[in-house]
């Protein structure tokens, strides 16, 4: 079993549509990171959680500790967040792991 | 304040030979990782590096090496190159070693 798994691996929505990616890992981390990469290979990180929630614009990400569980929303989503969604998790100190990756298309 | 930046953006080397990537973190960031990513898949975590020491590896043969400057760029170093590391090179730097990370644009290797 991979340490950090991610839920769907790939997902097709409507302009406008409220999207839900799941992110669950095995491990004890120190913060969990949403990270964006578009076609061509830039990453960009969205979020650093260690707990409970933080919102950035159209994005929301939460985490539950106890249930080794988080989730980034896009509300109204938009062609433009086409893209693949990757969860990676810190280990204290210890390297960064990731998770497979989610691949958002939304379609106009 | 500049980004993080990588160079060169694209690389073609033959198989055998050795590769130096660079990366310059971003201002006052003392905290480098390199990442390799294969095509479709996920970034695998190659090595960190905090205040210009080796800082944890993941599993990665010793021909993958690296080096960290007092102003806290750094390079990744590849020797006798196989036709397996072509991928796509991330360095992220962050401002402590379990802070965010700020991912540079990469760089993509090709080995023929």
């Known amino acids: 079993k991979n340490e950090v798994e991610q839920s769907p691996q790939n997902l097709t929505a409507q302009e406008g549509e409220f999207i839900t990616i799941n992110c669950s890992y095995s491990v004890g981390i120190s913060a969990l990171h949403w990270l964006q990469q578009h076609p061509g290979g830039g990453i960009v990180s969205l979020f650093m959680?260690?707990?409970g929630k933080k919102k950035h614009g159209r994005l929301i990400a939460t985490i539950n500790i106890q249930e080794k569980h988080s989730s980034l929303h896009i509300t109204a989503s938009h062609p433009r967040d086409s893209a693949v969604y990757i969860c990676?998790?810190?280990?204290?100190?210890?390297?960064?792991?990731f998770g497979p990756g989610t691949r958002l298309s939304v379609l106009p | 304040e500049t980004g993080v930046t990588q160079s060169p953006t694209h690389l073609i080397k033959t198989r055998g030979q050795q590769v130096t990537l660079r990366c310059s973190s971003q201002s006052g960031h003392n905290t480098v990782s390199w990442y390799q990513q294969a095509l479709g898949q996920g970034p695998q975590f190659i090595f960190q590096y905090y205040r210009e020491e080796e800082n944890g590896r993941g599993n990665f043969p010793p021909r993958f090496s690296g080096l960290q400057f007092p102003n806290y760029s750094s390079e990744l170093n590849v020797n006798a190159l196989e036709l397996d590391d072509s991928a796509l090179y991330l360095c992220?730097?962050?401002?402590?070693?379990?802070?965010?990370?700020?991912f540079g644009p990469g760089t993509r290797l090709t080995v023929l």
């Open positions: 990676a998790v810190g280990h204290y100190g210890q390297n960064f792991v």
């Open positions: 959680l260690s707990s």
């Open positions: 992220a730097s962050s401002l402590v070693r379990e802070s965010e990370q700020f």
